[in-house]
Every structure is written in C-alpha cells, then in structure tokens.
C-alpha cells in the first residue's frame, strides 16, 4: 500500500516545541520531494514547507526560523521541527508527497494544539 502516517502531534504551551514525523510506505522515498500543510481551523489547508529528495528546504516565509523540515531517507521519514510555538499554530499537519499518482498523496494528519 502507498502511504503516509504523521505521528508527533499534541498539546504544547506556548514557546514550546514538537518534531512531527511522517513516514511512508510503497514509494520510493528517497526519489521524491516531500511536504508539509496543515489546517487551520476555519481557514484552507496551507503549504508549511517542503524538500527535495537532496535536502534543499523551502518554507512559508512566516514559517523560516521557527520550523525545520528534514528527512532521513534510510527511515523512510520526514520530520518538521516546530520550535517557538504559536497559538495560531493550531492546526492539523499533513504530510504529502507532491508527486505521487498525479496530485500527491497525504497523510491522515496530526493534530497540533498550542495553549496555555
């Protein structure tokens, strides 16, 4: 099966930080860029960040400097480094793989919740 399954997600204060995961399945991992979205309640699912299977990154601009998106090709897995958490980081995070079967694949998502 061709997949992706997020994992990392949860409750953080404010100022804190996650480091989301996502690893796939059934493509060849190393091969393809990958991507983080997330959805913030009420508004349309928005671009976080991606990279290319070398590693170059690219982000939301109001995103740079607090999150960092990597991959270990031998783990089959993506992460994004949240630090710096905002409240209106709340979101669903969605993993992708943009050039999977046409329009890309997605992960099933992992809640991020930042409160006080």
């Known amino acids: 099966q061709v997949q992706l399954v997020e994992s990392g997600g949860g409750l953080v204060q404010p100022g804190g930080s996650l480091r989301l995961s996502c690893t796939a399945s059934g493509i060849i991992f190393s091969f393809n860029a990958m991507a983080w979205y997330r959805q913030i309640p009420g508004k349309e699912r928005e671009f976080v960040a991606s990279?290319?299977?070398?590693?170059?990154?690219n982000y939301l601009d109001s995103l740079k400097g607090r999150f960092t998106i990597s991959r270990d090709n031998a783990r089959n897995t993506v992460y994004l480094q949240m630090n710096s958490l905002k409240p209106e980081d709340t979101a669903v995070y969605y993993c992708n793989a943009p050039e999977i079967r046409g329009r890309g694949i997605w992960g099933q998502g992992t809640q991020v919740t930042v409160s006080s």
């Open positions: 990279i290319t299977p070398g590693g170059s990154a």
